[in-house]
């Protein structure tokens, strides 16, 4: 069979930044066309007016016709996405040291001198490498197959063999590896030294650690430094000055590094030498974290040392670029078993560490005091000065670099025994205050009272401007997301469950909490937990996704005050990893941080936590406001950051290596790794990386496999956007007629002509399903269906592009994956309220467009839900929606255009109590927990709840949740049910709404209902069951044996009360029956006939009679004996209904009690945040207004220096004419003498 013919991707796209290549011209225009479109939206009417009358009022007083909560107000629910990004009223840069450009010697230049241009080659030289084709095969090799050499030399010997009289494009991998090595674009060399113990070593001493040279490996910080300020991949993302932003409204925005308080008071020392005016300030940012590269025996732990600077944007140091670099692998000291706890090799490991960075960053100590030049990113440059910045690093690494001890704070003086209650006596940790605590405390004092460990000093001690205390940054990953969520509130949950149920049943409750989180519905960027939580391998990941599904799953098996703590510490967690930090999100940090310290203590009331909550990575949380006044977004120093490098820097480069003295090994892997990053930015720089390609001999490879669910988006220019999928679904009819049964939508055609209606009228403000079909426009005749639909938003998070936009893809697919119908749900706009309350919640049934009169309409038909009530539950914070029903009780369809759909909402059921059943997958959630049946009234219309939406791309979620009505008895239909179905009671409901509980195999009822409704239900069964049983039986069973007569007169009854003995059957005649047969009492007499012919009949009778009526005496005795055991019973159970009365009633005093307490404890508490919230906005107000008297006391200082600066040049102008006047009065008298 030929070969089909070959086609190389030899067309570039031409917009610039992008080196994507192509087929054909169709694919790049597609390409253009996805990617590079340009966004322009105009919003359409989000909803139209197909509902009744009755349902758009209920419908508005539930979601629109609520005032909302402004956003300053603490106690108001997150917004549903942080607030588009505006234009920024003011920044302020520093006055001093405010990145003026200069030359090359340090002069400076006039404002708007362009750069010099960079000294590029040619744009056809490649060198080391012959062209790009092979430049992209050594990348392709390399960095992104990662091919053995083996691999390698067998390619080449094979594409060798294709093609003899042409050599390949390496000879064999030493030749690519030489090719590589041969790339000279300043790269920097790995260098190393060593250390070893100086101190006294008694005769004959054998500890190993002592005797050992410890080896370091590092590379120059201040080239590294050079070369990411110099990176052109960073021209447009970085700041050069200090700087204060300020938003429309005057309040301070916390975002990027420099925009923190931290680099302006740095600014202002270093303004002190004058020397330094103009220059540009770059703090270092450090990180350090020990890995373990595999579970194996033997030395596989490293401790690699990365290196970044303050400058670059946030989001460019998260991303995978190289604004982190790894710098350095510090030294592991190991002893054997017996030395691994003395004191002397724990104090030496200490100093190795320390005295390791101070060797390290050595290169920098002068840069830090006197300025340097170094060419920038946008090809200016300029004068810089260093200064150690915050230091990256989990909870034992900032033990280790504030030299305390284990369990204290690093930032903070609050005593180890109570971290979170010592705050008002707690101080922050100085290098003053360590100072004074060595010269004034003995070691053990100074161990045991103020945890500061005698014989180690932090590194920062040995460079100016630095306190390690100050610099240690905010860590979401280890604090947050690993250790107060994973590590603590999930285990804490599981431990409250095995105290109160016991470990079997405890078992039972986390497995189905494990199915409900497998049966979450599918969200884009959600990650699935097909088998729930179970699994032992978590990384940050994994943690951020059971964050956003795990409070609905365990909501019914914990108490609420659990669920309030869950709710108050999800909503702290997203607050903080926000992009954008403003004045009114601190105070909402603040309050949220506040409600989980107070709903927390749950987990102590019930003996889960017994230690006042004595948890360091807890206690930082009360450092974060102002850390992130200091330095920002805390997204953008956090510890995910330096794992990431982990698996390109140390993990990938060991598995790559032999296993045998990896170390040396692995610093080649990265070197060369950088060479490529190196080579493939100056090709790009000089426009060489998107050139055609001539040869097809190579392809560069693409990831055809990307799930584009969700995604980054990079364009500052796009405010937000909904498009349709490129290819509509095939083999469907185009006519809207042919069409409707096709997609289970019969009422499409009526739809369409009265969205046209509407379209055509924009000025009616009626009901258009009350709108006769004759006044509407004609159908059009062809309707095209599309899978899905991509939303463009802004929605600043970790997932988000530099620009802070998200893309998203939401589905309406009837077969997802050859599985069920996937239909995803969406808000659309509704009015100009905030959050929530200014969105509606629906559920994508189609997405479709049509043309009508020469117009291109992209449409969605949906269902509604509307909002239940006008606040969020008080427990999870979840709004309450419920679908909107038309008369015949069914689902409310509608079209809207797709311009009004703002973004994918994710709906999560609220479960309850119940166990969920085994087989229920998430594909069928959404179904199954909106049930509704036309053919029967058994549940009533789907009921729900949504959750107040969050931030990292709406990441706490709506749930929903169904009511179940009372039934009428005479239409009920108790049939039996294999397998159970949710209970589907209102939220928050405790009884007397209909039916609690589940019907199971037989009709039987499993839980407490109301009275009435009971006995319809009891009456319906009774009267239904095909086998008749005894009355009396059938209500002991119910446990309703003091409503007997109540439904044996029921009428449901009536029918076959005849075939029913009474309860209390009086003593009559004995009855016989045959054999085999048995009495209502259980008896067995037998009418045996008599085989002797010799007997007398009479006689026979006689004997007979006697043995009857002997029976029948003890039928009565026992008849009896059960009468008088029946009325025992009844005066037992008078006496326990006095005593529960009397319990009942003690009950309700102590409850009025409770209640009158907890109304003094709401009033009392409501006072004091009431004057917390007085104080802490005096307080703000007072901070603005010293920031304007500091900026304005600033210019000032600024104004009076440059007027002394000219007043000593109108000086020294001054003294000059003088001298010159004197001078040629001089000369005169001397003229004057001579004549």
């Known amino acids: 069979m030929p070969n089909r013919p070959f086609h190389a991707r030899n067309l570039p796209c031409p917009v610039p930044g992008c080196d994507k290549l192509f087929k054909n011209q169709s694919g790049l225009t597609q390409h253009r066309n996805r990617k590079h479109a340009q966004f322009h939206i105009e919003r359409a009417q989000a909803r139209s007016h197909l509902r009744s009358s009755s349902q758009s009022s209920g419908a508005s007083a539930a979601s629109g016709g609520v005032d909302f909560v402004p956003q300053d107000d603490p106690g108001a629910p997150p917004l549903i996405h942080p607030p588009a990004p505006n234009r920024r009223d003011r920044i302020v840069i520093h006055p001093f040291l405010d990145g003026t450009p200069c030359d090359a010697q340090g002069n400076y230049l006039p404002p708007g001198s362009l750069p010099p241009p960079r000294e590029y080659g040619s744009k056809t030289d490649y060198s080391p490498y012959a062209n790009h084709l092979d430049f992209h095969l050594a990348d392709l090799l390399y960095r992104r197959v990662q091919m053995s050499g083996g691999e390698i030399d067998e390619l080449m010997q094979n594409w060798a063999a294709r093609n003899p009289a042409q050599s390949p494009p390496f000879n064999d991998h030493d030749d690519l590896y030489g090719t590589i090595d041969a790339t000279e674009l300043d790269t920097i060399p790995w260098q190393s030294f060593e250390v070893r113990y100086n101190g006294?070593?008694?005769?004959?001493?054998?500890?190993?650690?002592?005797?050992?040279?410890?080896?370091?490996?590092?590379?120059?910080?201040?080239?590294?430094?050079?070369?990411?300020?110099?990176?052109?991949?960073?021209?447009?993302?970085?700041?050069?000055?200090?700087?204060?932003?300020?938003?429309?409204?005057?309040?301070?925005?916390?975002?990027?590094?420099?925009?923190?308080?931290?680099?302006?008071?740095q600014s202002d020392m270093i303004a002190n030498d004058q020397r330094t005016h103009g220059a540009t300030f770059v703090p270092i940012i450090l990180g350090s974290d020990k890995t373990t590269v595999s579970v194996a025996t033997g030395q596989n732990d490293f401790y690699p040392l990365y290196l970044s600077n303050g400058l670059v944007y946030n989001s460019v140091r998260r991303a995978h670029r190289n604004a982190v670099t790894l710098i350095g692998f510090l030294a592991i000291p190991k002893t054997d078993r017996e030395n691994e706890d003395s004191s002397e090799f724990r104090t030496f490991r200490r100093n190795l560490f320390h005295g390791s960075l101070c060797q390290i960053l050595e290169s920098l100590r002068e840069g830090m005091s006197t300025p340097e030049v170094v060419r920038f990113a946008d090809g200016h440059y300029r004068r810089v000065v260093y200064g150690l910045g915050p230091y990256i690093a989990d909870y034992p690494e900032q033990v280790l670099l504030a030299g305390v001890v284990q369990g204290w704070c690093a930032r903070c003086t609050a005593s180890n025994k109570d971290l979170d209650g010592d705050e008002d006596n707690a101080g922050r940790r100085s290098q003053k205050l360590t100072e004074a605590i060595l010269d004034a405390f003995t070691p053990k004092e100074m161990w045991s009272s103020y945890g500061v460990i005698h014989d180690v000093k932090p590194f920062t001690w040995s460079f100016?401007?630095?306190?390690?205390?100050?610099?240690?940054?905010?860590?979401?990953?280890?604090?947050?997301?690993?250790?107060?969520?994973?590590?603590?509130?999930?285990?804490?949950?599981?431990?409250?469950?095995?105290?109160?149920?016991?470990?079997?049943?405890?078992?039972?409750?986390?497995?189905?909490?494990?199915?409900?989180?497998?049966?979450?519905?599918?969200?884009?960027?959600?990650?699935?937990?097909?088998?729930?939580?179970?699994?032992?391998?978590?990384t940050g990941d994994d943690s951020k996704a059971l964050m956003k599904v795990y409070m609905p799953a365990i909501e019914g098996h914990v108490p609420s005050k659990m669920i309030c703590a869950f709710s108050a510490f999800l909503d702290f967690c997203y607050l903080v990893r926000r992009n954008i930090i403003d004045q009114a999100t601190l105070v909402q940090i603040r309050d949220s941080l506040t409600r989980y310290h107070q709903e927390r203590r749950v987990f102590e009331d019930i003996g889960v936590v017994p230690n006042k909550f004595c948890l360091p990575r807890q206690h930082s949380l009360s450092h974060y406001a102002h850390l992130i006044q200091e330095f920002g977004a805390p997204n953008g120093l956090c510890s995910s950051i330096t794992e990431s490098k982990h698996i390109k820097a140390v993990k990938e480069p060991w598995r790559r290596s032999s296993r045998f003295q990896a170390l040396e090994q692995m610093l080649t892997i990265n070197e060369r790794l950088d060479k490529l990053a190196a080579a493939r930015v100056d090709f790009k720089a000089r426009g060489m990386s998107v050139a055609a390609i001539p040869d097809p001999a190579v392809?560069?490879?693409?990831?055809?496999?990307?799930?584009?669910?969700?995604?980054?988006?990079?364009?500052?220019?796009?405010?937000?956007?909904?498009?349709?999928?490129?290819?509509?679904?095939?083999?469907?009819?185009?006519?809207?007629?042919?069409?409707?049964?096709?997609?289970?939508?019969?009422?499409?055609p009526a739809l369409l002509r009265r969205f046209l209606y509407a379209q055509n009228n924009p000025d009616f403000d009626g009901i258009l399903a009350d709108v006769p079909l004759d006044l509407c426009p004609d159908a059009p005749k062809k309707v095209r269906v599309f899978p899905s639909a991509t939303a463009t938003f802004y929605a600043p998070s970790d997932q988000s592009g530099l620009s802070g936009h998200l893309r998203e893809r939401i589905r309406a697919s009837p077969s997802w994956r050859r599985g069920a119908a996937r239909h995803d749900c969406v808000f659309v706009e509704g009015n100009d309220a905030l959050g929530f309350r200014g969105l509606m919640a629906a559920r994508v049934q189609l997405f479709i467009s049509f043309k009508y009169r020469r117009i291109d309409y992209a449409c969605a038909v949906v269902n509604w839900f509307s909002t239940i009530g006008d606040q969020p539950c008080p427990d999870m914070g979840m709004w309450m929606v419920e679908p909107d029903l038309d008369a015949r009780r069914r689902r409310v369809l509608d079209v809207i255009h797709i311009d009004s759909i703002l973004r994918g909402a994710h709906l999560v059921p609220i479960f309850g109590k119940k166990f969920i059943p085994r087989t229920l997958l998430d594909l069928y959630t959404r179904d199954v927990m909106f049930y509704d049946d036309d053919n029967d009234d058994t549940y009533s219309p789907p009921r729900g709840t949504s959750k107040s939406p969050y931030f990292e791309s709406q990441h706490k979620h709506i749930a929903f949740h169904e009511e179940r009505a009372r039934k009428k008895a005479a239409k009920a239909k108790v049939s039996p049910s294999p397998?159970?179905?949710?209970?589907?009671?209102?939220?928050?409901?405790?009884?007397?709404?209909?039916?609690?509980?589940?019907?199971?195999?037989?009709?039987?009822?499993?839980?407490?209902?109301?009275?009435?409704?009971?006995?319809?239900?009891?009456?319906?069964t009774y009267a239904s069951n095909p086998s008749p049983s005894p009355a009396s039986s059938l209500l002991q069973c119910a446990g309703m044996r003091d409503q007997a007569e109540t439904v044996l007169d029921h009428p449901a009854c009536q029918e076959r009360k005849s075939s029913v003995l009474p309860v209390f059957p009086e003593i009559t005649e004995p009855k016989l029956t045959l054999q085999g047969e048995e009495d209502g009492l259980g008896t067995q007499p037998e009418l045996r006939q008599d085989t002797d012919l010799g007997r007398e009949p009479e006689t026979q009778f006689d004997e007979c009679f006697d043995s009857v009526t002997d029976t029948n005496h003890r039928l009565q005795f026992r008849v009896n004996d059960l009468i008088e055991r029946l009325a025992m019973v009844g005066d037992l159970r008078d006496h326990a209904e006095q005593e529960r009365d009397k319990a009942m009633g003690e009950c309700n005093r102590l409850k009025r009690k409770w209640e009158e307490l907890e109304q003094q404890k709401e009033e009392l508490m409501e006072r004091l945040e009431k004057q917390r919230h007085k104080w802490e906005a005096e307080r703000d107000a007072v901070a603005q207004e010293r920031d304007g008297f500091k900026h304005q006391l600033y210019e000032a200082w600024h104004e009076c220096s440059m007027q002394k600066r000219r007043a000593n040049i109108m000086a020294e102008s001054l003294n000059d004419a003088a001298q010159n006047a004197s001078d040629l009065a001089k000369m005169l008298s001397d003229a004057a003498n001579s004549k």
């Open 464 to 538: 100016p401007r630095a306190d390690i205390h100050e610099l240690l940054s905010p860590d979401l990953l280890h604090q947050l997301i690993k250790g107060t969520f994973k590590d603590h509130l999930v285990t804490w949950v599981e431990e409250y469950l095995e105290a109160v149920h016991g470990s079997a049943k405890a078992k039972k409750i986390m497995a189905d909490i494990d199915r409900r989180i497998a049966a979450v519905p599918a969200f884009p960027g959600l990650r699935r937990f097909p088998e729930g939580r179970g699994f032992k391998q978590w």
């Open 979 to 1020: 397998t159970p179905r949710p209970s589907r009671t209102l939220h928050g409901a405790k009884g007397g709404l209909g039916i609690r509980g589940m019907f199971t195999e037989g009709g039987a009822l499993h839980s407490q209902t109301d009275s009435q409704t009971h006995i319809d239900v009891l009456c319906a």
């Open 699 to 748: 392809v560069e490879a693409t990831d055809e496999d990307e799930n584009d669910d969700l995604a980054g988006i990079d364009d500052r220019e796009i405010e937000g956007e909904v498009k349709l999928a490129i290819m509509p679904v095939r083999h469907l009819p185009r006519n809207p007629y042919n069409l409707a049964p096709r997609v289970n939508v019969p009422t499409l």
């Open 200 to 265: 006294t070593i008694t005769e004959g001493s054998t500890t190993p650690w002592k005797q050992k040279a410890h080896t370091v490996y590092f590379r120059n910080p201040r080239a590294v430094l050079q070369s990411q300020l110099g990176n052109p991949d960073f021209a447009k993302e970085m700041d050069f000055a200090a700087k204060l932003v300020y938003a429309k409204d005057g309040s301070r925005e916390y975002q990027d590094f420099m925009s923190g308080n931290w680099a302006w008071r």
